[in-house]
């Protein structure tokens, strides 16, 4: 059973269920031209807060000590059908018959794991800021912090009965990410509304992440639009609570 944190700002109690340290395994795989990529990994992320109305969020991922492993993950189909039981999710947009894994180079042969990537955010409900907001900058907010209490965290469902989120992640490779989209209950979907890259970062123009609570896990798939690809099927996973 899950507690909710002393001290969780009202705001982030639609968020809750995600708070604490996840550990699992996942499938990248990923169509580039007539190759197709995939591997399995391990992941570690964390979400946590700090009292402020936002989860901070960090992603650590390797390469497991594996050969490469065959195309296909069912993470996608089972948050869809597990995750929210009311509404039928679009399904990842997927790519035609895989090709043969792409030939790894030497260094990827080890037997030890290798460090991937990283990520790091921040998660909170999509609303306007007021004057009881701190910032912009270091500014302090003037008069009292609006939203907390549960009766005025209500009044910011959407039509859908869930609540507009935003998430902003920044890979250390030169790109930062905008997502909007809604938490309903055990289930967040995401798409991106900016990504922003630097001169020497790689192609990545767009994506769409699905996370959902499945028999106390977290499951998620991420759809990504990459090196002059469409939006394709990326990577999956399914953690379990650690800490």
């Known amino acids: 059973m899950f507690d909710l944190p002393v001290?969780?700002?009202?705001?982030?109690?639609?968020?809750?269920?995600?708070?604490?340290?996840w550990e699992g395994t996942g499938v990248l795989e990923y169509q580039i031209g007539e190759e197709s990529v995939s591997r399995t990994f391990?992941?570690?992320?964390?979400?946590?807060?700090?009292?402020?109305?936002?989860?901070?969020?960090?992603?650590?991922?390797?390469?497991?000590?594996?050969?490469p492993a065959t195309a296909g993950s069912d993470t996608d189909s089972a948050v869809s059908s597990s995750a929210d039981t009311d509404s039928a999710v679009p399904s990842s947009s997927g790519t035609d018959a895989a090709a043969p894994a792409a030939a790894l180079p030497p260094e990827m042969m080890s037997d030890e794991k290798i460090p991937l990537v990283t990520e790091?955010?921040?998660?909170?409900?999509?609303?306007?800021?007021?004057?009881?907001?701190?910032?912009?900058?270091?500014?302090?907010?003037?008069?009292?912090?609006?939203?907390?209490?549960a009766a005025a965290v209500e009044t910011l469902r959407n039509r859908d009965g869930g609540f507009d989120i935003e998430v902003t992640l920044v890979h250390p490779g030169g790109v930062a990410e905008l997502y909007l989209g809604q938490v309903k209950g055990p289930r967040i979907d995401l798409a991106t509304d900016a990504v922003l890259r630097t001169v020497g970062a790689k192609p990545y123009a767009a994506?769409?992440?699905?996370?959902?609570?499945?028999?106390?896990d977290l499951l998620w798939a991420w759809d990504i639009a990459a090196l002059g690809q469409d939006l394709r099927t990326h990577a999956s996973g399914r953690l379990s609570r650690v800490e």
């Open 120 to 149: 790091t955010g921040y998660w909170r409900l999509s609303r306007h800021q007021g004057d009881g907001d701190p910032g912009p900058g270091m500014l302090p907010g003037t008069g009292e912090r609006p939203f907390t209490s």
């Open 207 to 216: 994506a769409t992440r699905l996370y959902g609570l499945v028999d106390n």
């Open 7 to 21: 001290g969780l700002p009202s705001e982030l109690v639609p968020l809750s269920w995600l708070i604490g340290v």
């Open 42 to 67: 391990g992941q570690r992320i964390s979400f946590s807060h700090d009292g402020l109305p936002h989860l901070n969020y960090s992603s650590y991922t390797w390469l497991e000590p594996e050969t």
